[in-house]
């Protein structure tokens, strides 16, 4: 066991990708010498040189269409954009050319690009460094799009996305990044947790919370004060968002009963309404609630010394709670 | 207004002297790729086909010259009106209508269509510019190999984003790419001069771009003027962009052809095809009637194939 924060725990997963395979190839903008702005690629350009960690212009579709076209041609690029909000000029590389080839081609051409994305607020940052895009990237046929929350996930989960024959948008929690927690480097690849499969990370009985990325953490707080209540609350981290673990979180729910989805992002057509429609139409002789969601409002992330507004928090999601017992 | 129609650049007004007879490889690949567009508008007016489509009428030269300086290890990007671009790659004719007919033996089993062809090399996007990034990448995995990345655009690409961004990579990082402007004055149906500020050629100069404009028409002669260009392309790994002054000769798609009399008339008097006939009559009326057949061969065995996998209930 070792303690990393999450930021580094990406940085090994990288890393041990790049030493397992030549393919592998970082870029971006500043993740070469400054080993990017959250220094998650630290240190790599140094080891494995500029040809393999290079640095971009500022320049989102190129960055994206040049991965695309290296992953043509065999490679595996690892893409990072920046900040959430820097992810929308690469939109139509995105969503038009790397989610769309693959199944144009019924699946004969294969693009393994990684799209890292640091997301979400909560760092007293600007809009277009707080935002959420996870529902943009959900609604797109072919791309898998991931969401890590802690730094045991971040280890692992960066280098299943590299080795992912599809391509995946990795999103991380930003806020998290520091975080530490002991993480296993040395457990076994079939040891992981598979891809695609969400995780009960705190069992209960009375209530499902399910949330990904940076609401995890928050969540296991709210069940932690609702156990004070006598609450028993069993937390999901769904991880992978598409394909969506659906199983799992249905055997959670059919359960207990009732279910808040708790995400940053907008509630009005967020990703908490997908789960709340396939929760309706799996479990709806065993809800004893609707299925509440908790996320931010229709509204731009607003400034830095409002954002504790708008993000969601421990009393938010026990509101929440409440309301599914008051049902 | 009396508009003159000018003589094709680079040949004399009576075009016999200067222009040595094409090979008849060449004759017939730019024959099939004529045929093939016009039996495309054919069954498209027969009710055969569904969706859209866009020909290269007028423009099948261009991939003609460009395919003997191409070889197998290069990795052709192609946009909405490739099927030229496709045939001068691939002698696959069957496999391209049955592509675009979604029928048995379709070369991505019907599922991209005209403008979504994927194969073995090529690739094909409507979006237009986003393929530039893209041969960028492409061609940054090319480089040191001999190989290249060839992106065929139009003049409204440069309308978009994406070009100057992939333009500035692929110099930065002195990248195999070969830029082929089809520059034909007209953006669906916005002429060049509504859409475009300046010039391609300063556009490529501002990023420190190779520019090479080719007004001729004459596959020959195009080889020629391009040969040394493409091998600097390869061995000095940088990009080029060749401009072609072009006319399309038909509609951007079916029946949209906002142009007036005068300016299709003046397209249709640098259509390659009217001028091989008449100065070279005898090769061409064979060629050209087999390739007629030919194409309608195809056009008729693939017509009667049944739905492709992916079309199936």
Redesign the interface.
């Given at each position: 066991m070792t303690t990393l924060t999450l930021a580094k725990a990406l940085n090994e997963g990288m890393r041990k990708a790049m030493e397992d395979d030549p393919k592998v190839l970082v870029m971006g903008e500043d993740v070469g010498k400054l080993g990017g702005v959250f220094r998650v690629t630290d240190g790599l350009q140094k080891d494995f040189g500029e040809q393999r960690v290079i640095d971009?212009?500022l320049?989102e579709?190129?960055?994206?269409?040049?991965?695309?076209?290296?992953?043509?041609?065999?490679?595996r690029p690892v893409c990072e954009i920046q900040f959430d909000g820097f992810v929308f000029p690469a939109a139509?590389?995105i969503i038009?050319?790397l989610a769309?080839?693959p199944?144009?081609?019924?699946g004969?051409?294969k693009l393994p690009v990684v799209v890292r994305i640091p997301c979400g607020g909560g760092i007293g940052a600007v809009e277009h460094h707080s935002e959420s895009p996870e529902a943009y990237f959900t609604h797109t046929a072919g791309l898998r799009v991931v969401a890590c929350s802690n730094p045991a996930d971040g280890y692992t989960m960066i280098q299943q996305a590299i080795r992912c024959e599809d391509p995946v948008i990795f999103f991380e929690p930003k806020r998290r990044y520091w975080e530490k927690a002991d993480v296993d480097t040395s457990a076994p690849a079939d040891d992981w947790t598979p891809f695609d499969r969400a995780r009960v990370v705190r069992p209960g009985a009375d209530v499902t919370l399910l949330a990904y990325g940076p609401m995890v953490r928050t969540c296991l707080e709210a069940a932690a004060a609702a156990e004070e209540d006598g609450r028993s609350v069993e937390v999901v981290d769904l991880r992978s968002l598409n394909p969506l673990d659906i199983d799992l979180v249905a055997e959670s729910v059919a359960r207990t009963g009732r279910c808040a989805v708790v995400h940053e992002a907008p509630v009005f057509s967020g990703f908490g309404a997908e789960i709340a429609a396939r929760l309706t139409e799996r479990c709806f002789y065993n809800l004893e609630a609707p299925v509440l969601r908790v996320g931010g409002p229709s509204t731009p992330y607003p400034p830095s010394r409002l954002e504790d507004h708008y993000l969601p928090d421990l009393d938010r999601v026990l509101d929440a709670v409440d309301r599914l017992f008051a049902f | 207004m009396t508009v003159t129609v000018p003589a094709p650049t680079g040949t004399t007004p009576s075009g016999a002297r200067r222009t040595p007879p094409p090979e008849p490889e060449d004759l017939e690949l730019l024959l099939l790729i004529r045929h093939f567009e016009l039996t495309l508008l054919r069954l498209f007016e027969a009710g055969e086909l569904s969706g859209t489509t866009h020909t290269c009428l007028g423009q099948e030269y261009i991939p003609v010259a460009l395919s003997r300086l191409l070889g197998d290890d290069d990795f052709v990007l192609s946009n909405h009106r490739g099927h030229g671009h496709f045939l001068a790659r691939h002698a696959e004719p069957y496999g391209l209508l049955a592509e675009i007919m979604g029928r048995e033996g379709a070369l991505c089993a019907g599922v991209g269509g005209s403008q979504h062809v994927y194969h073995r090399h090529f690739l094909s996007t409507g979006v237009q510019g986003e393929s530039l990034p893209v041969a960028t990448g492409v061609a940054l995995a090319l480089k040191g190999t001999g190989a290249l990345a060839c992106a065929y655009i139009g003049d409204g690409t440069w309308g978009e984003g994406a070009v100057y961004e992939a333009l500035n990579m692929a110099q930065l990082w002195r990248v195999p790419l070969l830029v082929v402007v089809e520059h034909n004055g007209i953006a669906q149906s916005t002429p060049t001069a509504a859409q475009m500020s300046g010039r391609v050629a300063a556009r490529a100069a501002a990023f420190d771009v190779l520019h090479h404009r080719v007004t001729s028409l004459e596959v020959g002669e195009i080889r020629t003027e391009l040969a040394p260009l493409v091998a600097m392309v390869r061995q000095d790994s940088r990009p080029l962009v060749v401009e072609f002054a072009t006319h399309r000769a038909g509609p951007h798609s079916k029946g949209d052809d906002t142009r007036s009399p005068e300016e299709i008339a003046l397209a249709a008097a640098h259509d390659w095809y009217d001028r091989y006939a008449r100065l070279f009559p005898e090769p061409f009326a064979r060629i050209d009637r087999e390739r007629r057949e030919l194409v309608e061969r195809i056009a008729a065995e693939v017509t009667a194939r049944p739905p492709s996998a992916w079309e199936r209930p």
């Open positions: 971009t212009p320049a579709s190129g960055i994206i269409g040049t991965a695309i076209g290296l992953a043509l041609r065999g490679y139509d590389q038009t050319q769309k080839m199944l144009r081609s019924l004969k051409l | -």
